[in-house]
C-alpha cells in the first residue's frame, strides 16, 4: 500500500488540508482497476466510516497478496475541514465540491480541489462515489446512475443492493464528479449511503459489503462473496413521491426497507404545539419504502417518504 | 399598490412562510399594456436589490399618472433567508437560484421557484437583481447568456449600468430564473451589483434611473422627467481577466473598486498576520476597469480577487 498526496490547501489559521489516497497495487496488469472517493461534504459519517473501513480491510483482510488483482485508490475524505467542524459544504464560501468537476486549476478553491481530484482520479476501470442523498431525507443503500448515454448498469448489479435509480439528468448534474467521470472513460457510479450522523452497524455493514462483491465480481479482488440482491432498476417514473399535506412533528411509523400496502398508514404529522394528529400520511401503492425525511419538524408539501412500486 | 401573496407554507411551528408580489397597474386598465417583473432576494445573503425595489416603489406611489402598464415587484424570493442572513433556502442549504423550473411536486424551495416562474410567465421583461455574495462587490453589470442576447441585449444598455458581461451557455445555468423566464418568452436580464448583506446606496439610485429609463422606453410609464442612461463596456469588445489568490491569508486591497487600472497596478496584498509578512502582492495582469473586487478578507489558495475587463486596444 502506498499513500499518495492527491492535493494540499492551505489556510490563514487552520493547519493544512492534505487530501490522501491509500494506492493498493494489484498483482495482474489485466484486471480492472477502481478509485473509491469518499466524503466530499460534512455532516454524515457514513462515506468517510466506509471509505476508511476498507482501507482497513484492503491492509489486513486479504490475506494473499495475490488475492489483490487490480489496482485499488482509496480515498477516505476530500473535505477534512468541513467534517472537522459539523458543516456539510466547504466551510468558506459553502460551495458543493461535487458541483465544481472537472474542475478548473486557475480558478476558485473549489474548483482547484476539483480538478487536483480529477486528475488523481483518471484512467481507472471503475468509480465509486461514496454520497449521501441531498435535501433533509435519508435512504437504504443504492446505487445513482445518470441517464447519461455512458452509464453501465451491468456492472451496477454487481454490488447486489436493492435498488439501483436510473435518474434523469437534471442540468445540474453535468457539474457532478459521476458524469464528468463517465465523460472521461471510467464506469462511475454513485454510492448513496443513508446520511446517518452516527455509525449504525447494520446498515453501514450493508454499504460496506456492496463494495466487497461489487470488488470480488468484477475481479479486482479475488474474494469470495456472498450473493446479495438481484437488483431493480427504478426509473423515476416507478417511485410515489409522498409529501405531507401538513407540517408539524413527523413521526414515521414506518421504517426504510419495510414493504408498504396501498392505504397502509406510514407516518403521521402531529401540531407542533398542541400535539394532536393533523395528519397521516398514507402509502399510495403497494411497494418498498425507499427514502424517509429525516429530521423531526417537517415541512408542508415536503417529500416525506419514496416508496418504490410493486405489484 | 396591490400586494398578492404568490406562495404560501405553514411551516412546523406557528409560522407561515409567504412570498408577496406587489403590483402597480395604470387607473385604467389598458389594452396591450406591457408588464414588467422585477426580483431581488433570489439569495438570501444579497440585499441590494431589496433597497432598489424600495426606491422603485415609492418612485411610482409617487407618480401614480406616469403608470402605463403593470409593474410587477417581488423584493424578497428567498424570505426566510434574508430574515436569517441565509444565501440558500435555510433547512435544504439549496441555492434557489440552481433550482428553476421547479414543479408543483417539487420540495419546497422547488415549489416555491415555481410558483413564482409561473407569476411571472407572461411578462414582457423580468429583471432580476442580484448583489453578487459577502466575498465580492461588483460594479452595476448585466450578466447575459449570448443565446438569448438578441432580443435581451438592447434592453440591457438602458439599464444604467457600468458593464455588460455577455457569456456563453453553460448547462449547469439552465437552472437559473433568466434561462427559465428567458425560455418561456419573458426578456430577462440579470444585474449584479455591490456586495452581499450591505446596501450601497449609490448603485442602488443608479440602477433605479436605468429601471425609469427602460420602463420609460418601453412605454411603461410616461412622464417628462429624463432618466441618466450611461454607455455601458461590453464584454464583446474586450477580454475578462481574472485574478485569484495564489495563496492563504489576509487580502489587504490597495486601490479603489471600479477604479481604471494601467497593468501592473497594484490591487492589493495577501498578508500573514502573525509574522507581519506579506506572502503575495497582486499586480493587474491587464490595464482597464476593475468591475469586481474582494471585500471579505480571509482567502485561500483560488480565492477570487478581482476581474478586470480590459478592452481590446487596452491589452496590445
Ligand atoms: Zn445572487
Redesign the pocket.
Known amino acids: 500500500m502506498k499513500k499518495i498526496e492527491i492535493l494540499r490547501i492551505d489556510s490563514l489559521n487552520r493547519s493544512p488540508l492534505i487530501v490522501e489516497g491509500y494506492l493498493f497495487e494489484g498483482c495482474d496488469p489485466t484486471a480492472p482497476s477502481v478509485a473509491i472517493v469518499g466524503a466530499m461534504e460534512g455532516t454524515t459519517i457514513l462515506p468517510l466510516y466506509t471509505a476508511s473501513k476498507l482501507v482497513d480491510f484492503l491492509k489486513n483482510s486479504l490475506d494473499d497478496e495475490k488475492k489483490l488483482r487490480g489496482n485499488i485508490l482509496v480515498i477516505p475524505s476530500i473535505n477534512h475541514y468541513a467534517l472537522n467542524i459539523n458543516e456539510r459544504f466547504w466551510p468558506l464560501d459553502k460551495t458543493d465540491i461535487n458541483m465544481m468537476f472537472p474542475g478548473y486549476g486557475e480558478g476558485e478553491t473549489t474548483q482547484r480541489i476539483a480538478k487536483k481530484l480529477f486528475d488523481a482520479l483518471q484512467g481507472y476501470t471503475h468509480g465509486i462515489i461514496l454520497e449521501t442523498r441531498e435535501g433533509v431525507s435519508t435512504c437504504m443503500p443504492y446505487i445513482k446512475l445518470f441517464e447519461s448515454g455512458y452509464e453501465n448498469i451491468d456492472a451496477a448489479k454487481m454490488f447486489g443492493y436493492r435498488l439501483i435509480h436510473h435518474k434523469t439528468l437534471k442540468p445540474t448534474d453535468t457539474v457532478s464528479l459521476q458524469y464528468n467521470w463517465q465523460l472521461w472513460g471510467t464506469s462511475a457510479y454513485s454510492l448513496i449511503c443513508p446520511s446517518d450522523l452516527h455509525v449504525e452497524l447494520h446498515t453501514s455493514n450493508e454499504v460496506f459489503e456492496g463494495i466487497i462483491s461489487f470488488l470480488g465480481k468484477c475481479g479486482i479482488i479475488d474474494y469470495k462473496v456472498l450473493s446479495g440482491y438481484e437488483s431493480t432498476i427504478v426509473k423515476n417514473s416507478d417511485v410515489e413521491v409522498i409529501q405531507t399535506a401538513k407540517s408539524g412533528i413527523f413521526i414515521p411509523t414506518k421504517k426504510i426497507g419495510s414493504y408498504v400496502k396501498k392505504d397502509e398508514i406510514i407516518g403521521k404529522v402531529i401540531h407542533a404545539l398542541e400535539g394532536e394528529v393533523i395528519h397521516k400520511i398514507l402509502s399510495p401503492c403497494n411497494g418498498l419504502i425507499a427514502c424517509a425525511y429525516k429530521n423531526g419538524l417537517i415541512l408542508e408539501n415536503a417529500v416525506a417518504f419514496r416508496v418504490v412500486k410493486s405489484g | 399598490m396591490q400586494t398578492t401573496e404568490i406562495f404560501s407554507s405553514q411551516l412546523p411551528v406557528g409560522e407561515i412562510l409567504s412570498i408577496k408580489r406587489g403590483r402597480y397597474e395604470p387607473k385604467q386598465k389598458q389594452a396591450n399594456a406591457k408588464r414588467i417583473s422585477i426580483v431581488s432576494g433570489?439569495?438570501g445573503d444579497?440585499l441590494e436589490g431589496q433597497y432598489v425595489i424600495y426606491l422603485l416603489s415609492k418612485w411610482l406611489k409617487e407618480n401614480p399618472d406616469a403608470i402605463n402598464g403593470i409593474i410587477d415587484l417581488y423584493p424578497a424570493v428567498n424570505a426566510l433567508g434574508i430574515d436569517t442572513i441565509t444565501r440558500g433556502f435555510p433547512i435544504y442549504e439549496v441555492d434557489l437560484?440552481r433550482a428553476f423550473p421547479g414543479n408543483k411536486r417539487d420540495f419546497l424551495p422547488g415549489q416555491l421557484v415555481h410558483a413564482l416562474a409561473m407569476d411571472i410567465k407572461g411578462s414582457d421583461i423580468a429583471i432580476d437583481i442580484?448583489?453578487?455574495?459577502i466575498f465580492l462587490k461588483e460594479i452595476p453589470q448585466i450578466r447575459i447568456n449570448k443565446e438569448f442576447s438578441p432580443s435581451t441585449l438592447p434592453l440591457a444598455k438602458k439599464l444604467n449600468c457600468d458593464f455588460i458581461w455577455i457569456h456563453d451557455a453553460v448547462t449547469v445555468l439552465e437552472a437559473t430564473f433568466s434561462h427559465t423566464m428567458n425560455q418561456m418568452g419573458t426578456k430577462t436580464l440579470v444585474v449584479e451589483m455591490g456586495v452581499g448583506m450591505t446596501l450601497t446606496q449609490v448603485y442602488g439610485q443608479q440602477l433605479l434611473s436605468g429601471i425609469l429609463n427602460l420602463m420609460k422606453s418601453e412605454g411603461i410609464i410616461t412622464t417628462d422627467q429624463e432618466f441618466e442612461q450611461r454607455e455601458p463596456f461590453s464584454s464583446e469588445v474586450g477580454d475578462v481577466f481574472y485574478i485569484n489568490s495564489p495563496s492563504a491569508g489576509l487580502f489587504v486591497q490597495s486601490i479603489k473598486h471600479c477604479a481604471i487600472i494601467k497593468k501592473g497596478d497594484v490591487i492589493g496584498t495577501i498578508v500573514d498576520p502573525l509574522s507581519g509578512e506579506v506572502r503575495d502582492t497582486l499586480e493587474a495582469p491587464s490595464g482597464g476597469i476593475l468591475f469586481t473586487l474582494r471585500e471579505f478578507p480571509v482567502v485561500y489558495e483560488g480565492s477570487l480577487i478581482a476581474r478586470i475587463f480590459g478592452e481590446n486596444d487596452e491589452k496590445n
Open positions: 433570489t439569495h444579497e437560484n442580484h448583489s453578487s455574495n
